[in-house]
Nanobody, 124 residues
Framework: QVQLVESGGDSVEAGGSLRLSCAIS????????LAWFRQVPGKEREGIAA???????SYADSVKDRFTISKDNTKKILDLQMNSLNVADTATYYC??????????????????WGKGTLVTILS
């Protein structure tokens, strides 16, 4: 029933911007929180941004003031606008869905569904 499909991954020059989207199948927009994670080889998956069913948002310190998470309940899309990108942002980005506050979702707790990921490469 529930599927998450990321899109928008690309190669971008350092300092540039990129917008990722997650298309959501299933009726969860008003019952589940949503989040973005990223992972590089050899490192743990890192929570980047989360938005819960009440619209509360949490960001990781590494992306605060550069990335913006948003959702459209009608279109059933979760977006991540990424600005001022640097090489440290190179990773595979995943969208996820779960329950609870954005504080918990950001830390990977209560996650029930994952997308397959989209690769973002920042070029120097």
């Amino acid at each position: 029933q529930v599927q998450l499909v990321e899109s928008g991954g690309d190669s971008v020059e350092a300092g540039g911007s990129l917008r990722l989207s997650c298309a959501i199948s299933g009726d969860i927009m008003n019952t589940k929180g949503l989040a973005w994670f990223r992972q590089v080889p050899g490192k743990e998956r890192e929570g980047i941004a989360a938005i819960d069913v009440d619209g509360r948002i949490s960001y990781a310190d590494s992306v605060k003031d550069r990335f913006t998470i948003s959702k459209d309940n009608t279109k059933k899309i979760l977006d991540l606008q990424m600005n001022s990108l640097n090489v440290a942002d190179t990773a595979t980005y995943y969208c996820a869905a779960g329950w609870g506050s954005s504080w918990y979702l950001l830390r990977g707790h209560r996650i029930e569904h994952w997308g397959k990921g989209t690769l973002v490469t920042i070029l120097s």
